[in-house]
Each structure stands twice: as structure tokens, then as C-alpha cells.
């Protein structure tokens, strides 16, 4: 285990059946419809690319970015999308995928801004899901794991942009982040 990880919450093995449930309701609920797949960049990378090799619908791939937390590791709020997709998603069915809700601030914004766009259907998919920590009422349709407010990271999900890279959930030391 990496020498900043206090504790695994989700090991490679856990998120893989979680990941398989996931594609499951997915390949289920859109088996006669085309999906547009928006991997919300960074953190959503990893588990996007498990989720996709999951997936037997008609699927297209686009990428966003969007940032509400600056360097700060609580959410300011107010989003900004620093990177757009490139298809144009008025009449798509559109789901959206990420590695963690937390605030639910940047959902919130995003599910908005597609349902403007004219979208056929916006729906989320998320690995993880922290209710403690929510701000706005946003609805997930598709949610990993419920898990407690605990700094994690892995698996797409850093810390001053390390530790995307590790194969599992982890529990950052607290003395890493000064906490
Ligand atoms: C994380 C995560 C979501 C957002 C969730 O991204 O991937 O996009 O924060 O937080 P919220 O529910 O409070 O809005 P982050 O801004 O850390 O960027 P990253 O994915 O590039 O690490």
C-alpha cells in the first residue's frame, strides 16, 4: 500500500463489482437508445474507461472539464467549465460520468446546462457519492457507493494531483493534507 494511505475503503476487487452492477443498469436502461458518455475530466478517467469496456449499447465518448475547487478542497461554488464536449447534445440521451459527488455543486450545474442544451435525457452516473457533504438536492441515478466524509483519493481521485494513478480507494493520512 502507498505510504500516504491511511486505509483502503474500496479495493480494486470491490470497485470492480461495483463498476459491473453500474454497466449492468446501464446496458438495462438505455439497451434501445444511444448514449453520449461525458467523462467530466480528471477524476472520472479511470472509472469512465472500467465503466465503458462495461458498456454493449450504442455508445459515443466526449470529454468535459469543470472546476469549482481551484486549489481549495472545498467547493467554492461556483462553477466554471473549462472544457466542453464536442458533440452537440440536443436530442441526446446524455449521461453524465464522474468519480465523486460531493458538494453536488458541479452536477447540479452540469445536469442545468445540458437540460438547456435540449438534451433528450440527462442522467448521472458516479462511482462514489458523499451525502454529508451535499449542498444542492441533485439527483444521481447511478451511484457506486455511498462512503463516509473522508479525504480519499485513487483511482482517478487526487490530491494536489497525486494518487489518480493508485488501483484503489485509499484514505489519506491526515498529516499529507495537514488535517
Ligand atoms: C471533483 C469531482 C467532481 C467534483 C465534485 O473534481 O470529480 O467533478 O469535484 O465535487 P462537488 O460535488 O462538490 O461539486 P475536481 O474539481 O476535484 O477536479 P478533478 O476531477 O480534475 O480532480
Known sequence: MNKDIKSILLSEEKIAELTDALAKQINRDYADKELLFVIILKGSVVFAADLLRRLT???????????SYGTSSVSSGSVKIKKDIENDAAGKNV???????????????????????????????????????????VVCEYVGAEIPDEF???YGLDYNEQ???LPYIGVLKPEVYGG
Do not use: H, W
Open 57 to 67: 449499447v450504442n455508445v459515443k465518448i466526449d470529454f468535459m472539464q469543470a472546476s
Open 95 to 137: 449521461l453524465i460520468v464522474e468519480d465523486i459527488v460531493d458538494s453536488g455543486n458541479t452536477l447540479f450545474k452540469l445536469k442545468k446546462l445540458f437540460e438547456e442544451r435540449n438534451a433528450a435525457s440527462v442522467k448521472i452516473c458516479t462511482l462514489l457519492s458523499k451525502p454529508e457533504r451535499r449542498e444542492t438536492d
Open 152 to 154: 480519499v483519493v485513487g
Open 163 to 165: 494518487y489518480r494513478n
